[in-house]
């Protein structure tokens, strides 16, 4: 089809974390249903890749349907199970995938509830001594934060600052241009959790997010989490956060 996720038919066009991570990417070919969507992207600044989103049976099923349209495809985000709900055919066409990376993804659009009163400082990204402060938090609060302080796509740190130093921090970026933010890199000091600090910068952060222009699709803030982090999943949704999809990605990262 050549388009973008906008370009698909109702409900797949609105679909949340289609629209806040990959709405500026084209969509090569799609395949769908009443239940589930799959799609072989294109232009998202990565290889092409095949994601899909509904009923896992529904989208192993697709993917059947789809798998010779789909050699460009180098990497894939499915709903859990789908992978295995589809032919032992199609999984043959893709060596190397058996092994993913089970994330879950998450949204809000609208301000976070339950929070305890800290203040939150605003902390701009790019800039070398905000940069050596986050860096030294993340150190002790999330020392395997997969994005760190000079990701060009770092669009501002949120945190709370006790004695002089920063015991909680959360970032945003935007996957491109005028997409909604994603909140990244969420640590809290062992010696300060369990205070409802990441609650406090969580919330500044969507409350920010909210209230930031986005060019396609509605007011939204995301997130992922790996799906075995049970605590900081218990925080979001807590918080108001939507458990949106629970996905597999493929090839999983070995590193
Ligand atoms: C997940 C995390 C950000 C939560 O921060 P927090 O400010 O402690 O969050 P809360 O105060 O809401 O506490 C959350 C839970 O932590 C647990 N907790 C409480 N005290 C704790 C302590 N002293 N040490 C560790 N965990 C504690 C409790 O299960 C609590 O849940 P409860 O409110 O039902 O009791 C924090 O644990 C952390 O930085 N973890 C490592 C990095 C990480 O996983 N980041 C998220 C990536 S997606």
Redesign the pocket.
Known sequence: MAGSVRDLPAPWRDEPYLVMCHGRSTVAVAWHDDDALVVLLEGSGRDPGVIGVGDADAVGRLLDGAVTALGPARWATLPRGSWEAAADGTRAAFPGWEAANSWDCMWTDRPLVGISDHAVERLPAGVERVDAEIAEALDR??P??STRPGDPRLEGWWAVREEGRLV?VVGAIRFAPGLAPHLV????????????????VLAAAVSDGLLAPTLVGPPMVG????AA?D??R???V??GFVLGHRFDSRPAHRD
């Open positions: 609060a999330h395997t934060a909680a890199s969420l640590g809290v000091d062992p010696a300060h959790r369990g205070r409802g600090l990441a609650g406090a997130l992922g989490l790996y982090n605590v900081a218990q925080v979001y807590r918080h």
